[in-house]
């Protein structure tokens, strides 16, 4: 029985194809700056999202705290939604790394509005810390893969401005964003002082993300990913795969979207189970498991081979991904009423 692996995202393995591109790809020493498939490929995103340079970094967390260290100061305060992967899942790195302090506020499904900045700004008396970053996801990923509007990223844009801050876009799942909503890479360009892009979640590439910023924020990430332990050698094995990944596995993703909502509508009509059908709106699901724990529900679905993580004590996230089939989410539909229809 194939194992159907919904915790994250980030589980795929590269195909075939990306291998065989990986072994072509011909490599230089990065830190020496000869690594031309990774230059090249480095260019290509920040054209793409209508940024001036690119940084290829080895995971989503360090593109994530290079943003902060190039645009922060030690002890600024930076505005996170409450639930923000940079302030549950990154080790405290921003207290650490950078000497800032996050500020949770509270949105909705991970999402912040525009209205919650300006109250939230800080810095005009002396014991006050100043707030210069504000960070959003996009799509979000504790929130349940929520996308924001081209509004309302638009008015966090220019409640950003009038206030001096700058905006830094967690695109962790940006290539499932621009999907589910249409938008252009360049219109989050345009909203972004810095973005953090990644290739080895949906898009199914084994190591990486970019960060993509102004071309003096980018030199200065460039030092501090050094000195971090982040410069790498010959990585156009690894630029190649996730170019491969951009090309091949970015149209793709609109089918992760659609098994998403298959499965969220069967949820929906399973009664030992609640949902926000309308949070569903990319590759990620939440659901409730109601009078069971979170890790009770999730022993039965082991138990015919597929695997969810809980995300609190009564909430499961399954989220989807090319290596996820028809055939695995029909059988995953079939368990889902099998067991949990009283
Ligand atoms: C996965 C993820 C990251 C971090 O990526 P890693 O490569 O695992 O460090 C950052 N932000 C969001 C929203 C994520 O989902």
Known sequence: MKVIDLRSDTVTKPTQQMKQVMLEAEVGDDVFGEDLVTNKFQ?????????EAGLYVPSGTM???LALKVLTQPSNEVLIES???????????ASSLSSVQLFPLQGYSGKLSSEQISPAVRGVYDWEPETKVVCIEHSTNKGGGTVYSLDELRSIKQEC???????????ARIWNALVATGQKPHDIGQIADTLSICFSKGLGAPVGSMLLSSTNNIAKARRFRKMWGGGMRQIGLLTAAADYAVEHHWP??????????TFAQTIAETSAFQIDLDSVQ????????????AIEVLEIFGQHGIKMVPFGPSTVRATFHFQIEEADVNRLLEVTRHCFNT
Do not use: C, P, W
């Open 43 to 51: 260019a290509k995103m920040a054209t793409l999202f209508g940024m």
């Open 63 to 65: 593109s994530n705290q």
């Open 83 to 93: 639930k923000g992967h940079i302030l549950q899942y990154e080790t405290g790195g």
């Open 161 to 171: 401005e009038r206030h001096n801050l700058y905006v830094h876009v967690d695109g």
């Open 252 to 261: 793709k993703l609109a089918l992760d979207h659609e098994h998403a909502k």
């Open 282 to 293: 990319t590759n990620i699901v939440l659901f409730d498991t109601g009078d069971r724990t």
